[in-house]
């Protein structure tokens, strides 16, 4: 079940008496228990009925006996147990998760992981409870994902956008959601969000960025990733070489990828190689300008150029002159 249906049936006050949320995906956890928290119950009916326990500090039979209450002038009552990974003997709940209370709507939020599924715990809440579980979103999901999120608020954002978004922020949802939504609060009458707005909200330059840099090397376009790597040089935390290696690794080796492919078109592709599809245009075009062995020289280069980053036979040269060297042996 989806966080999208799971809210939905709320919105329609199908209720079920457990729900217990868990996995590695914090973002979508938060998302269900924030709505449980405040929009389930009215605030007038919250201020009697509503209960809210932490991990860390709460004892299994505070939750049971909370849980076992009979909500006051209401039709049910909400308990919320947050952080749930960090309670102990948090197997006890058992008793209640098999009978549970009908008019007690409760909420398990067990972060970071999952409940080994080997234990009676385990077992009972695939029978008695509502199992939400969440996996770490892949990189390659996250620009349709964000395209997706910036649809559902009612508005556009075009691609570039998308990609300098996702390339500055990497895999945090959250913030994803928090500067869209901070973007959206200063676009005044317009219903799209453009590379200009991410330059100016978020604060990533919209020409020189690790992303761009990615482009020009692929295009084999040395004066635009010296430009790049000089804007770099000056402005020393906009991408600091740390940032930048991995982004010239993933480039080059989901290019070597594409050699072992039969399929040309661009989908199958993507497909094959377990990447967006919005990528595989660069993929294929530094395929064609560097050929096998140029992609295999530059994936040794980084390799080489990342030991000297953190010091392994390199007396100290600035990243600036690292990226430099490192970029002309590749182009050139």
């Known amino acids: 079940m989806s966080v999208e249906k799971i809210i939905s049936d709320w919105k329609k006050k199908l209720f079920k008496p457990v729900y217990w949320l868990e996995g590695e995906e914090d973002y979508f956890i938060d998302k269900i228990v924030h709505y449980a928290e405040h929009n389930i119950l009215t605030e007038s009916e919250a201020g009697f009925n509503l209960t809210v326990f932490y991990g860390r500090d709460a004892d299994w039979t505070q939750v049971i006996n909370a849980c076992k209450r009979y909500p006051m002038f209401a039709e049910r009552q909400v308990v919320l147990l947050k952080e749930a990974q960090h309670m102990r003997d948090i197997d006890k709940l058992e008793s209640y998760i098999s009978q549970p209370l009908i008019s007690t709507i409760f909420v398990v939020s067990y972060k970071e992981k999952k409940v080994d599924g080997r234990t009676q715990l385990a077992k009972l809440l695939k029978t008695k409870a509502e199992l939400f579980t969440t996996k770490k979103m892949y990189d390659n999901a996250l620009p349709e994902w964000t395209n997706e999120l910036v649809k559902s608020k009612g508005f556009t954002i075009s691609q570039k956008a998308v990609l300098l978004l996702v390339d500055h922020i990497g895999n945090d949802l959250s913030r994803i959601d928090n500067e869209i939504d901070k973007m ?11 590379e200009d707005d991410i330059e100016k909200y978020v604060g990533v330059s919209k020409e020189y960025n690790p992303f761009e840099l990615q482009s020009a090397m692929a295009a084999k376009d040395l004066p635009k990733a010296m430009r790049i790597i000089q804007y770099f040089e000056a402005n020393p935390k906009a991408a600091p070489i740390q940032l930048v290696l991995p982004t010239l690794y993933n480039l080059f080796s989901k290019t070597y ?34 050929g096998y062995n140029g992609v295999e020289r530059a994936l040794l280069l980084l390799h080489h150029y990342n030991l000297r980053s953190v010091g392994v036979n390199d007396t100290g040269s600035s990243d600036a002159s690292l990226l430099k060297e490192m970029v002309v042996k590749m182009v050139v």
């Open 257 to 290: 990828m594409i050699f072992g492919q039969s399929a040309k078109d661009e989908k199958t592709v993507a497909a094959n190689i377990g990447v967006n599809a919005w990528f595989v245009k660069d993929y294929m075009l530094v395929a064609r300008n560097y």
């Open 184 to 194: 959206l609060v200063n676009l005044g009458t317009r219903t799209g969000i453009t």
